[in-house]
């Protein structure tokens, strides 16, 4: 028969108890911890984030841009015909004077070209000269003939005067003195045919020597072109400076008018300065600037903005006003800042990422409860790292500058 044990069943009810008490704390630990998770703000170590401060007094908008220093007096030096690079005579930073011959090229058919033009020339001086000579010659014949006929005439006005007064005496017949008239009629219309033919040569003469020597000229000119690409094969400098770049190697074909050197006067050198095009709008001549020339800051003023866009960049000059470091030479790497604009009594405050002049955008603002909350900033014109403030902040208020946007959908971030 079973014997009944009491301590068995008490000991079953206790464990029972303890399992509905261990789930019950597990139950309120579980929903104390979903509470605590849904009532709390997400938050961010104030050593991950960057910080700055309004601030109010004179805003300096200014732009900044990468460039290069170079020679205010520069000359780029062109091919003057097609042709192959033979020879580079001179290498860069080389000294050179006007006359230097810098690069040798070569191009057969330019050589032809001017023999044939100094041939065409040469026989079209010879044609010139001979037709000179040929219408000098028709012209003193024509005068030599008019002198012929005026000695006729002359001689037979003597003879027709003798023959008048031998009429009136009666001891010439009247037959025969009119015969001597009318041959005296006949040679004054000769001596007028060869005025005429006289005047008419000459005329003659200067039309054809003005169309021949105009020939001549026009193939002299074609040879001195001729000439000039020939000339051209042999590359001079054109300006006493120094070679700062060769474009071309050996071998190589350039066409007419390609850049193939640059030449600089040693000396005065400005800054030309590449501005993002988005940024260049306020741009313009006489601006301040300051350039870093290694690790020393000169100040300049803007000579002159390029209206063109060149890859996304405005090409800006500008002119030193200080002394260069030591060593300073063209083509050195500068970084140049421009201010384009002043604006006092007005707010502003570094740029946060992600922020446009002329928007409207959330930013955190901290509290003083060690947590940031969002509110609407209203910015306007920007500078290289600062941005105005219109509206949404006062000064003195410190407000977070690193990308927020993961918390994008909490109005309140915890600062740890």
């Keep these: 028969m079973d014997i009944a044990r009491p301590e068995m069943k008490q000991r079953k009810h206790q464990r029972k108890r303890i399992v509905i008490g261990v789930s019950l704390l597990s139950f309120i630990a579980v929903v104390g911890g979903v509470v605590a998770l849904t009532s709390s703000h997400p938050s961010v170590r104030r050593s991950d984030i960057v910080i700055d401060t309004v601030r109010q007094g004179e805003f300096v908008r200014s732009v900044r841009g990468p460039g290069k220093l170079v020679s205010s007096q520069m000359r780029w030096v062109v091919a003057k015909t097609d042709a192959s690079i033979e020879r580079l005579l001179v290498r860069p930073g080389a000294n050179v004077s006007a006359d230097t011959d810098i690069i040798e090229m070569t191009n057969p058919e330019v050589m032809d070209r001017l023999l044939v033009a100094t041939a065409e020339h040469a026989a079209a001086q010879g044609d010139h000269a001979a037709l000179q000579a040929r219408l000098q010659g028709e012209l003193l014949q024509s005068k030599s003939e008019l002198s012929s006929t ?68 026009q193939l002299e000119s074609t040879a001195q072109l001729r000439q000039a690409e020939a000339d051209g094969l042999r590359v001079k400098a054109g300006m006493e400076g120094v070679v700062q770049q060769i474009t071309v190697e050996e071998g190589q074909r350039v066409a007419s008018g390609v850049n193939i050197a640059r030449i600089a006067r040693p000396g005065e050198l400005i800054a030309e300065l590449r501005i993002p095009e988005s940024q260049a709008a306020d741009l313009a001549a006489g601006q301040s600037a300051t350039l870093e020339i290694g690790r020393t800051n000169v100040p300049g003023k803007v000579r002159r903005v390029n209206p063109a866009v060149e890859k996304g960049t405005i090409l800006v000059e500008v002119d030193l006003a200080g002394a260069l470091p030591s060593g300073t030479r063209a083509e050195q790497s500068v970084d140049g800042v421009i201010t384009t604009d002043r604006i006092a009594g007005t707010l502003f405050v570094n740029r946060p990422v992600n922020i446009h002049p002329g928007s409207t955008n959330p930013i955190y603002r901290l509290s003083g409860n060690g947590a940031a909350s969002r509110v609407e900033v209203r910015f306007g014109k920007d500078s290289v790292n600062e941005v105005q403030v219109l509206d949404g902040l006062k000064q003195g208020d410190q407000i977070v500058l690193s990308d927020m946007s993961e918390f994008s959908d909490s109005n309140e971030v915890s600062i740890q």
């Design 150 to 217: 005026e000695g006729e005439r002359d001689s037979l006005q003597v003879e027709e005067q003798a023959a008048r007064r031998a009429l009136e005496k009666g001891v010439l017949a009247e037959v025969e003195y009119k015969k001597i008239a009318i041959k005296l009629r006949q040679y004054e219309q000769a001596l007028g045919i060869a005025r005429e033919r006289v005047a008419q040569s000459a005329s003659s003469i200067g039309s054809q020597l003005t169309a021949s020597r105009a020939r001549v000229q």
